[in-house]
């Protein structure tokens, strides 16, 4: 009876086999997939492309953890890099700019019965809107004197030491220097230092005054000659009631950038 069993179930595997067969040579000739093998992909593909991902992860974090130590030695030295680079170019800035200032102060004319003292900025006080420089009673210097960089006046002397001295920026509240805009010769008057900016008025409210006209000291002060820029107009107002026309002035130099100065004596 086992025999006979046997040789059934092995008749039929031949016969499942050669129908199999048959089913897979005709579906390839048709260009297709036969039903049983999709049936099998199907079952096995997800699997698969899940190991897969597992043994590729793997990889992954195997190699991370070799090539960790190494990629983060050299992320830390690009960043080192970086940052030299960055304070390199920041530097040679500043010097360029220090010597584009030195050659524009040199350039600068004398004006006639006055010398000039070079001095560096050795100091800035910004709430209190001052600065103090490398020169004093030494180099001749005096309270009211003129302190000017290669965009003009920035400063006035105000207290000097025997080596040093201080100075107080023109957009300091309560500084008033004479004025005038260049364009109009009759604009003089006072202008008066209002914190970033300074406050400029005239006694006339026919005059067409631009933005960006440019304001110089007037020459009233025996310490301040004229001419030296102050800075440009911008918001002028007219007041018709007060017969005034009211501005206000953007100082001409970088008041919070100061380095090489002259003061005039």
């Known amino acids: 009876m086992s025999g006979r069993r046997d040789t059934l179930f092995l008749v039929l595997f031949l016969a499942a086999g050669f129908g199999l067969g048959r089913l897979q040579t005709n579906a390839r000739?048709?260009?297709?997939?036969?039903?049983?093998s999709n049936v099998v992909g199907r079952?096995?593909?997800?699997?698969?492309?899940?190991?897969?991902?597992?043994?590729?992860?793997?990889?992954?974090?195997?190699?991370?953890?070799?090539?960790?130590?190494?990629?983060?030695?050299?992320?830390?030295?690009?960043?080192?890099?970086?940052?030299?680079?960055?304070?390199?170019?920041?530097?040679?800035d500043d010097l360029q700019t220090q010597i584009e200032n030195l050659r524009a102060l040199n350039g600068l004319g004398r004006r006639p019965g006055m010398g000039r003292v070079p001095a560096d900025v050795?100091?800035?006080?910004?709430?209190?809107?001052?600065?103090t420089l490398s020169v004093g009673k030494d180099k001749g210097v005096e309270?009211?004197?003129?302190?000017i960089s290669a965009s003009g006046i920035v400063a006035v002397i105000s207290v000097?030491?025997?080596?040093?001295?201080?100075?107080?920026?023109?957009?300091?509240?309560?500084?008033?220097?004479?004025?005038?805009?260049?364009k109009f010769p009759t604009?003089?008057?006072?202008?008066?230092?209002a914190g970033n900016v300074l406050r400029f008025q005239v006694n006339d409210t026919k005059l067409e005054i631009p933005p960006g006209e440019i304001l110089v000291t007037s020459g009233l002060s025996e310490k301040i000659p004229e001419g030296l820029i102050i800075g440009r107009t911008f918001n002028p107002e007219r007041i018709e009631e007060y017969g005034i026309t009211r501005m206000s002035i953007f100082p001409a130099g970088n008041l919070g950038n100061l380095k090489e100065v002259l003061v005039l004596k």
């Open 43 to 92: 079952l096995i593909y997800p699997a698969s492309h899940l190991i897969q991902s597992a043994l590729d992860s793997a990889g992954s974090t195997v190699a991370s953890i070799i090539e960790g130590p190494r990629l983060r030695r050299e992320l830390a030295e690009l960043r080192s890099l970086k940052a030299a680079w960055a304070t390199y170019s920041e530097r040679v």
């Open 143 to 147: 309270p009211g004197q003129a302190v």
């Open 160 to 182: 000097v030491g025997p080596t040093t001295s201080q100075a107080t920026l023109i957009t300091q509240p309560k500084m008033q220097i004479g004025a005038k805009l260049r």
């Open 187 to 193: 604009s003089a008057g006072l202008v008066e230092g």
């Open 29 to 36: 000739n048709a260009g297709k997939i036969d039903p049983f």
């Open 122 to 131: 050795i100091g800035y006080i910004a709430r209190e809107g001052r600065i």
